[in-house]
């Protein structure tokens, strides 16, 4: 999802939705931001981010 709010309006709206948790970049200007968000039992590893990408390993029950 690419929003314009910051990281803390934008995991008031993620938990409105029903994610559990997710990886936010904040906006920089007029620039938007980033967010991942997911449920469930599912364990992502954080590979690296900018102001463009969110790259993560998914491991979903053991299955990647």
């Avoid at 469930?40 to 900018?50: E, H, K, T």
Wanted: hydrophobic share 35%; with cysteine.
């Amino acid at each position: 999802m690419e929003t314009k709010i910051n990281k803390f309006k934008i995991k008031k709206v993620r938990q409105r939705c029903g994610f559990q948790s997710g990886i936010d970049v904040d906006s920089m200007g007029s620039k938007g931001g980033l967010s991942l968000a997911w449920s469930g039992d599912v364990s992502i590893v954080l590979q690296s981010f900018s102001s463009r990408h969110i790259d993560v390993i998914i491991d979903e029950d053991g299955k990647k």
